[in-house]
C-alpha cells in the first residue's frame, strides 16, 4: 500500500491514507482507502500515467 493526501468528508480534514490505486468505471485513476482516525473510505482521484 502506498501513502496519499487526501480530504475526510466525515472530519472535515486533511489527512494521509494508505490506499491502493484503482480504475474507475469512468476510466480514471483513483486511490481508495480509508481514514486512519474514522475509518471513513477516502478517494483521490490521480493523474496520468
Given at each position: 500500500m502506498t501513502s496519499y493526501d487526501g480530504y475526510c468528508v466525515k472530519c472535515r480534514e486533511k489527512k494521509q491514507f494508505d490506499g491502493q490505486e484503482v480504475e474507475l468505471a469512468n476510466g480514471?485513476?483513483?486511490a481508495?482507502?480509508?481514514c486512519p482516525a474514522c475509518g471513513t473510505k477516502?478517494?483521490?482521484i490521480l493523474g496520468k500515467k
Open positions: 480514471r485513476r483513483a481508495q482507502g480509508s477516502m478517494n483521490r
